[in-house]
């Protein structure tokens, strides 16, 4: 099997394992934290059109120097901001709680079962698979606290994409060239600038993700040499300074910094793109409305509504580009938790051979003790 199958394996095997969290003892908590969850998403999805439709107002109110309008905008304002905070403590109370429930219920199981059969069994999975105390520790939680952020940030990229869609259509409205009119005109333009920004990010990114996940491979890997340098010195008699790192410490701390330097090199590339984008993207939609509004077809508010959308739709299309790097960074954990549950998974099942093959010999060696003494038993009958 390659290395593309077993990870695949192996990530479907991580979320088997995670999802017990939402069918087992504690599944009330962990629905009713995910569905609060996802209420808090909808919800600032709704306080952000809201806001999206309040620049529409100030800037009209602006265009035609109303101060009453101004004002009134202002109190908007302040009642936004103040919905919009409440909307940010209910996401970030409900994420959280829901990540540290979530790691403890998995950092419970895979614990208890690690050392469900004491010492021993706890050796032979450390010989088998590199520091699986940081497997549990370090990439338990990054795979869950991830896991958690990318599927709030899927749902919400939905949520918004959809709402913003809508609002660029209305307000965009049709443009004519050339002759032919075409309806939705900035809903197809961020359309377009989105593909070509995720197609640069997807090419400069591809070999970011795959570095990255050589990384996290090194950085355990790093660990259990650290593990290893410790146990020799609480087992050497020898000074700290007589026995010295192994070269295999050595090794494995320059294969870490290699990865390390290949992994900056890709970021590099993306912070280009990226902030290059943050230039463009809001100048876009201004430059692509401005015939509209010089000819009077937009108001002021209308050419600002529209840009603004246009931004968040940009945004939320160009997500998978943007968070490449976290994706990576779960995958990387999620397959090193992965393995480590099929390591244990694989000493149960050597434990329960072991339990079957030694009940026959039991069972074996009461029979013949029985065959021994029943002559005996005759004799004595006679």
Request: hydrophobic fraction near 50%.
């Amino acid at each position: 099997m390659g290395s593309r199958s077993e990870g695949v394996v192996l990530i479907h095997r991580f979320i088997l394992l995670a999802f017990g969290f939402w069918r087992g003892r504690l599944r009330a908590k962990a629905w009713t934290l995910s569905i609060g969850f996802l209420a808090c998403l909808i919800f600032n999805t709704l306080v952000a059109l809201a806001v999206n439709r309040w620049s529409k107002s100030f800037f009209d109110a602006l265009q035609t120097r109303e101060p009453d309008g101004i004002i009134q905008c202002i109190v908007q304002l302040a009642v936004l901001g103040a919905v919009t905070a409440v909307a940010a403590i209910a996401t970030l109370q409900c994420r959280m709680r829901l990540q540290i429930g979530w790691r403890l219920w998995l950092t419970a199981n895979l614990v208890e079962r690690w050392l469900q059969r004491g010492p021993s069994r706890e050796q032979a999975i450390s010989h088998s698979l590199d520091n699986p105390e940081a497997r549990i520790a370090d990439d338990g939680r990054q795979a869950v606290e991830l896991f958690v952020d990318l599927a709030g940030g899927v749902i919400n990229i939905f949520l918004v994409s959809i709402s913003f869609i809508v609002v660029l259509w209305q307000v965009g409205g049709s443009f004519e060239i050339f002759g032919v009119t075409v309806p939705g005109f900035l809903v197809i333009a961020v359309v377009l600038y989105t593909v070509m920004t995720s197609l640069g990010m997807w090419i400069l990114g591809r070999p970011l993700v795959m570095s990255v996940e050589d990384k996290a491979a090194a950085e355990g890997h790093f660990r259990y040499a650290l593990t290893k340098v410790r146990d020799d010195l609480e087992k050497s008699d020898d000074s700290r300074d007589q026995l010295g790192p192994p070269p295999d410490f050595r090794g494995r701390l320059a294969c870490l910094a290699k990865q390390w330097a290949f992994v900056i090199k890709g970021q590099t590339r993306i912070v280009f793109l990226t902030s290059a984008n943050g230039l463009f993207a809001p100048a876009v939609p201004l430059l692509l409305g401005a015939p509209k509004y010089l000819a009077g077809d937009l108001t002021l508010g209308d050419l600002m509504q529209a840009a603004a959308a246009f931004v968040q739709v940009q945004l939320s299309l160009n997500w998978l580009a943007d968070n490449a790097l976290s994706i990576a960074n779960w995958s990387a954990s999620a397959r090193r938790v992965a393995a480590l549950d099929l390591a244990i998974e694989n000493r149960e099942a050597v434990a329960q051979d072991e339990a079957i093959i030694a009940f026959p010999k039991d069972m074996m060696a009461t029979a013949s003790d029985r065959m021994r003494d029943a002559p005996s038993a005759r004799s004595r009958t006679a």
